[in-house]
């Protein structure tokens, strides 16, 4: 211990006679030790900083590849990017215009242009902050720059982690309903040149469907066109227009028993029926026989003024008929007009006075609400979910289906107005009797449901199908056309099922409401894979449902990935050749995995 405390202050003693000579030259060697510490300490950072980056990078191609758009510029495919990169690497930035994404569609080799696979790549910058700068270490130059950026990527030119989509032919038949959008703006211009909305889709729908009825002649095909409800060709003798076939709105569901009347509610109310109210429209009266009295008006004039033109008969041929009745006594106290006219024994309301007498308020209500904001009698108000959802094979059978005549007259003087505005053709939707001539004469319509077929005409009878252009049509509500499709596709026989929606836009605002009811609280979506298998004409042992976005809408798709279809079901598709690769790969199975991106 001694000779320890010896050596001690031997060393202490030197130490204080040279401390000058030290310190001088621990100032000389402080710079170089700040250096070396900032350079391994930051070099370190930027090493594992880039390594999790390229971490970040792979799992993103990953995520991309699964979402499968097809689409290298889909605002949710850059964000899902930006996503990884941010949660691998939270202290960096990520610049927008630094990330980018490649698919690369790899075909067979046959003349039928069928993808096997896509590749797919995503690169991106990293803007990176070390600890210690050229600026807080001395001498100034020395060390990094605030900022280091870096790229690391994936695709050609940057070396790995290219994921491979691999499609394998799918065997089976299936049967398919497109489901799809014939609002106003479905006219709008694509981005094919020459082509608007629908005509990329009547050629995308009709090259698709070709391929599928070839390779498999058991696999059917069928139409659900929604607006706000969906037309329907009628099998039902038109006592209106003699020869001609009917077109009616359809949907599906329940209305409820009473709708919400405020002080009417004491009355002893039947439930309200379209069917009977379609051809009934007129400014209310004070008393339920001036309301008759009006209707009775409005009646009188379509048939004196708008079926003559259009079935080119005289008022006094339909006198002779019988449609129309001249009435000895008129006014409000007998509720009649100068004549009565309804050739339909159903909705003729002298002959049915106390369904009128029960539901004429009620009716009016609906009537409203068509005037309005909603545009259609469908809300959420009305439907009555607890009946629709109580027998579970209930929306799987045509006793669902509710349907009405289209009543052609002008839009002012149609009741419900707004409901099935697409069934009517481009410029005829304000003309009433040239409607009429139109389907007298079996002259092209706008659109009407087309039920599952083997038979590769009904693809050239949908090609046929137009835009009504008048704001009549301009209405969306998707979940109309959803449900519509179900005793549709309930009746194909094949083991698989596919209900494909395509759209071009959000809901209109009520029938937004009535689509979060559907989706949110009762999970309709889960209802519909899980009845399809239980309620199908044969058995089902798949059940698929996509959404294919036509214009960029990253809330939209998320909205139907995250509330029905799925992540991996719901695609932006734009242009021709990305609706055809998408639509093929949902008739073919898949797999990821990564490959050199020089195979």
Not at 482 to 507: C, F, M, T, W
């Amino acid at each position: 211990m001694h000779r320890i405390r010896k050596v001690f202050h031997y060393v202490s003693d030197k130490i204080s006679n040279e401390s000058g000579a030290i310190l001088v030259m621990f100032a000389l060697m402080l710079p170089l030790l700040l250096l070396f510490y900032s350079m391994a300490f930051d070099s370190a950072k930027v090493q594992r900083e880039n390594a999790r980056l390229a971490d970040g990078m792979n799992q993103a191609a990953l995520a991309v590849a699964f979402a499968d758009n097809r689409d290298q510029t889909t605002p949710s495919d850059r964000q899902l990017v930006r996503d990884y990169l941010q949660y691998y690497l939270p202290g960096a930035d990520i610049p927008d215009d630094g990330l980018s994404i490649t698919a690369r569609i790899n075909y067979f080799d046959d003349a039928k242009q069928r993808p096997k696979s896509v590749d797919y790549g995503v690169s991106g910058v990293a803007v990176m902050h070390p600890v210690f700068t050229n600026k807080t270490v001395q001498p100034q130059g020395i060390g990094y720059s605030k900022d280091i950026s870096t790229r690391v990527g994936s695709g050609a030119g940057h070396g790995s982690g290219v994921v491979r989509k691999t499609l394998a032919k799918f065997a089976g038949s299936a049967d398919y309903v497109f489901v799809v959008d014939f609002s106003g703006s479905m006219s709008s211009g694509s981005l094919e040149p020459g082509m608007n909305r629908i005509q990329l889709l009547h050629k995308v729908v009709k090259d698709f469907g070709r391929k599928v009825l070839d390779d498999n002649p058991d696999t059917t095909i069928g139409f659900v066109p929604f607006s706000i409800g969906v037309p329907v060709k009628s099998t039902r003798y038109n006592n209106d227009m003699p020869g001609g076939f009917e077109l009616e709105c359809s949907w599906v569901g329940e209305l409820r028993t009473d709708y919400n009347l405020d002080s009417e509610t004491t009355l002893n109310l039947r439930k309200f029926n379209p069917e009977f109210w379609y051809n009934k429209n007129g400014t209310p009266g004070t008393t339920e026989m001036t309301q008759r009295k009006r209707y009775d008006e409005s009646l009188y004039d379509y048939y004196k003024n708008i079926l003559t033109e259009g079935l080119g008969l005289t008022f006094e041929q339909m006198v002779d008929r019988g449609w129309c009745v001249k009435n000895s006594s008129t006014g409000n106290g007998p509720g009649r007009a100068e004549y009565s006219c309804d050739a339909s024994p159903r909705t003729n309301m002298f002959n049915n006075t106390a369904e009128f007498t029960d539901t004429y308020l009620i009716a009016q209500k609906f009537m409203d609400l068509t005037d309005s904001s909603p545009y259609t009698y469908l809300t959420n108000d009305t439907l009555d979910f607890d009946a629709m959802f109580a027998d579970e094979g209930y929306l799987f059978s045509d006793a669902a289906v509710k349907t009405h005549p289209l009543f052609y007259t002008y839009l002012g003087k149609r009741p419900f107005r707004y409901m099935c505005g697409s069934a009517f053709a481009p410029s005829t939707v304000n003309n009433s009797s040239q409607v009429i001539k139109s389907i007298k004469f079996g002259k092209k319509t706008g659109s009407y449901l087309i039920e599952l077929s083997s038979d590769p005409a009904v693809l050239d009878e949908f090609a046929q199908m137009d835009i009504t252009d008048n704001a009549v049509s301009a209405w969306t509500d998707s979940s109309s056309g959803l449900l519509r499709a179900l005793p549709v596709i309930a009746k194909g026989v094949n083991p698989r099922k596919i209900i494909i929606i395509i759209s071009d836009g959000d809901d209109t605002a009520e029938p937004q409401k009535v689509a979060d009811t559907l989706h949110k609280t009762h999970k309709v979506c889960d209802r519909i894979r899980t009845g399809l298998r239980k309620y199908s004409a044969a058995e089902t042992t798949s059940v698929d449902l996509y959404f294919i976005s036509l214009t960029t809408g990253a809330s939209r798709v998320k909205y139907w990935a995250d509330n029905c279809v799925g992540a991996d079901h719901a695609f932006t598709a734009r242009k021709y050749q990305q609706l055809i690769d998408t639509l093929t790969g949902i008739v073919q199975k898949e797999s990821l995995h990564f490959v050199n991106d020089r195979d």
